[in-house]
């Protein structure tokens, strides 16, 4: 999937603003990226010229002034084609570096996400969501109040870089199975996507763990959903299966005890 630079940035600044650095191949790319940038707006000619009036203009280094000016402004011309044409290996670069290293960078963010899981726990199992706190609830409840709202901006921010990391890898979902435990089955699962549209609040509330999860994580949660609807319809149809076989199977007995 091809990016633009507008994307190497927007991944870079959702990172550091979650403290993390960028792998050093997608760095390099980024550093070289500007330059590429820096080179396409220069005004080459303007320092050329500056350059030339800096001593006089003599027989002697005219010549070489009218060449070096004629190269500047053919380069001023052409320098925002030349940059673009290096641009694209750079972006798949930056791209590549940062689609191989997702897992790791959401390693990397679990420690300040499981930080504000916490405050969100604390909260569902205390405060429903929504509702205004006051003096009379207590000192505790005031407290996990007012925490509530640094751990829903730095929610905020882990989830944006999560997707624009993930993004990269070619998934640009914001599903909740990316941010909860297990859940039992299908039904658990979309009432969690429900809820996860309000806030995590909302879901430690209705008494769903909260866990920053890989790949292969999320993949796992619905993975277990989904199982677990597939056992639980399974196990119904046996049971009905076996009520509705019960009543011949006594009859038959009776049939033949009765002879």
């Not at 914001?174 to 996860?196: G, N």
Request: hydrophobic fraction near 45%; aromatic fraction near 6%.
């Amino acid at each position: 999937m091809p990016i633009s630079a507008m994307s190497v940035q927007f991944v870079t600044r959702s990172l550091a603003d979650v403290g993390i650095p960028l792998p050093k191949a997608a760095q390099e790319a980024a550093d070289v990226l500007q330059v590429l940038q820096d080179e396409a707006i220069r005004d080459v000619v303007t320092e050329v010229i500056t350059n030339a009036t800096a001593t006089p203009l003599t027989v002697k280094n005219a010549s070489k002034r009218v060449q070096e000016l004629a190269i500047a402004l053919t380069a001023r011309e052409r320098a925002a084609e030349a940059a673009r044409a290096y641009e694209r290996p750079v972006l798949d670069q930056f791209r590549d570096a940062i689609a191989s290293n997702v897992d790791e960078l959401i390693v990397e963010m679990r420690p300040i996400f499981d930080q504000c899981a916490a405050i969100f726990h604390n909260a569902g199992a205390t405060l429903e969501p929504g509702r205004q706190v006051n003096a009379s609830d207590g000192v505790e409840a005031v407290r996990t109040y007012l925490a509530l709202d640094d751990a829903q901006q730095r929610f905020a921010a882990i989830n944006s870089a999560r997707l624009r990391i993930t993004e990269m890898a070619g998934s640009a979902d914001s599903d909740v199975t990316w941010y909860v435990e297990s859940v039992p089955d299908m039904d658990a699962l979309m009432s969690a996507r429900s809820l996860w549209k309000r806030g995590p609040h909302y879901l430690t509330r209705a008494g769903y763990r909260l866990r920053l999860n890989t790949r292969a994580e999320a993949q796992a949660v619905a993975d277990s959903a989904a199982n677990g609807t597939a056992a639980a319809l399974k196990a119904q149809q046996q049971a009905r299966v076996a009520a509705a076989r019960d009543p011949l199977r006594e009859a038959a007995y009776a049939q033949v005890l009765g002879q």
